[in-house]
C-alpha cells in the first residue's frame, strides 16, 4: 500500500543553491567543460557517475530510453557498450542519432548531449571487452540482450555450456554481436540548478570549425 497522496509527490520541491554556470565562466571548449563537471562528479562519492541515459528512436521516431555507462570520452565521442542486437543496437544501427543524459542531482546539475551514433572499431571493442572481469565476458556472451527467454535457467545453463567451451582460454574472444558505439556530439548542454527555477543553462552547438555558445531560459 502506498504511505504517500498525490499531494505529497506535488509538494515535493527542493531549491538549488549550490552553484552557478555562465557563459564566460564556462570553458570555450565543451568536452573540457565536460571533463571538469565528471571529475567533480567522480570526486563527489556519486553511486555511478558515468551512468547516463542513452535515448534512441526507430527510423518513423518511435523514442526509448534506458541506462548505460559511459566508459570513455574525447574530442571524438562519448563511448559506450553494449549488445548489437539488442533494441538500442537495432535502433541504432537502423537511425544513428542519440541522445544522452548524465543527472547529477547531489551536484543539482544535468548533462544533455545529442548527436551521431558510430560503432567503434572492433579493436577498441576487443580491447575493452577483454579488460572486463571473466564472468562479465562470459555473461556478455550469453545474454541475447532484448530478446524474449524462458526463464532465467536459459542464461543460467548458456553461462555453463560457455564455462566449458572457453575452459582453456584465460580471455574469451569478442562476440561478433557485442561492441562499442561511439556518440558524436552535436550539442551539449549544462544545466545547474539556481534559485526560484531560475536555473542557468550554457548550450554549446557544433559549427564546422568550433562552438557557438549560447543561455537558454530555464
Ligand atoms: C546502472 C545501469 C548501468 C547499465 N549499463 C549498461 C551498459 O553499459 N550497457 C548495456 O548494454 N546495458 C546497460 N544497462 C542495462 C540497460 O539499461 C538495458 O536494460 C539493456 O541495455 C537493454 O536495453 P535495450 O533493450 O533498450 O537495448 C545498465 C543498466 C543500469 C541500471
Redo the contacts with the bound molecule.
Sequence with gaps: MATYSATDIAALRRNYTQESLSKTAANPDPIAQFDHWFSEAMNSALP?PN?MT?A?ATPDGKP????????SFDHQGFV????YE??????LDNNPQAALLFCWLELERQVRIEGSVERVTPAESKAYFQSRPRESQIGAWASP??RVIEGRFVLEEKVQELATTFKHDAVLPLPAFWGGYRVRPDVVEFWQGRESRLHDRIRYTREKIGWTIERLAP
Design positions: 555511478e551512468a542513452l534512441t526509448s530510453a534506458r541506462i548505460v555507462l559511459l566508459k559506450f557498450y553494449t549488445n539488442s533494441q538500442k543496437g537495432q535502433e540482450q532484448s
